[in-house]
């Protein structure tokens, strides 16, 4: 028994079919009279109008026809918005049980009904990252910025888009997107700390000692972050760092 969502999603489709029959139907209707007319002065000059008649009827069923079956064929906006939120759900789904690349062709097949929904082009870009695909990563979660993407949002694509930089050595990139992510919530450990290593691999270690301290700052007891912090004081020779980072990791355990 259908229940009532699928019930009124299966008539929003036979409407939508609907609408689209008449301009289908009387675009071949002009076809049809127009190339009838050149008939007509030339190979049907010799006919009587009563054949004449009925072959232009048969031709206009046959118009009709014809576009009852184009119509039911194609898929319309509806349709297609089913299908990509559906494919959507089965590539979250997968990607829940680690099937990257099921999640990846559920996710593409998604793109296809619908390029314009942000989720989906931002979990393809997560898939790749997965899968090492970190160029393909870095086109999805941009293409997902530039969609209709909800403001809240926007951040969150940045800082995929970061391990995606990350991930391709472009440190300068990553540390773009990650200022941007910061703007929004400064006090973000995990970010500092990134763009911390960013400042760090195009050589700006004074941003990089920057936020590595704000990152130690804003979480004490986490290893990652004063792991940072020693790299950047050792390479840069800030002795004080290293001899707080030694008390402290006496008294911390792995993540």
């Known amino acids: ?3 009532f969502t699928s019930i009124q999603r299966r008539k929003q489709v036979v ?3 609907w609408r689209t029959l008449p301009p289908l ?10 190339v009838f007319s050149v008939l007509q002065s030339t190979a049907l000059s010799g006919w009587s109008p ?12 046959a118009a009709l026809l014809l576009a009852v079956l184009i119509a039911s064929k194609q898929k319309t906006i509806t349709e297609r ?3 990509a939120s559906a494919l959507f759900a089965e590539a979250r789904r997968r990607f829940g049980e680690k099937d990257y690349e099921g999640a990846e062709i559920a996710a593409e097949r998604s793109i296809a009904c619908d390029d314009c929904d942000s989720r989906v082009w931002n979990l393809l870009g997560r898939i790749r990252i997965r899968m090492g695909k970190a160029a393909g990563a870095v086109d999805a979660l941009g293409k997902a910025l530039e969609v209709n993407v909800q403001p809240d949002w926007i951040a969150i694509y940045h800082h995929n888009r970061a391990i995606a930089h990350l991930l391709c050595r472009d440190y300068g990139k990553a540390k773009r997107d990650l200022d941007k992510c910061l ?5 973000s450990s995990v970010r500092l700390r990134w ?8 050589d700006d270690f004074e941003s990089a000692m ?28 800030a002795s004080e760092h290293i001899k707080d980072i030694d008390k402290l990791l006496l008294h911390l355990k792995p993540e």
């Open 50 to 61: 009563k054949r004449v008649i009925i072959l232009l009827a048969g031709l206009l069923a």
């Open 1 to 3: 028994i259908l229940n």
């Open 210 to 237: 920057r936020d590595a301290i704000a990152c130690v700052k804003e979480a004490p007891t986490k290893v990652a972050g004063q792991s940072v912090l020693g790299l950047i004081a050792l390479s840069t020779g």
């Open 81 to 83: 918005l089913a299908s």
């Open 15 to 17: 409407i939508s079919k």
């Open 25 to 34: 139907y009387w675009s071949l209707v002009v076809s049809i009279l127009t």
């Open 195 to 202: 763009r911390s290593l960013c400042s760090y691999y195009i």
């Open 183 to 187: 703007a929004e919530k400064p006090r």
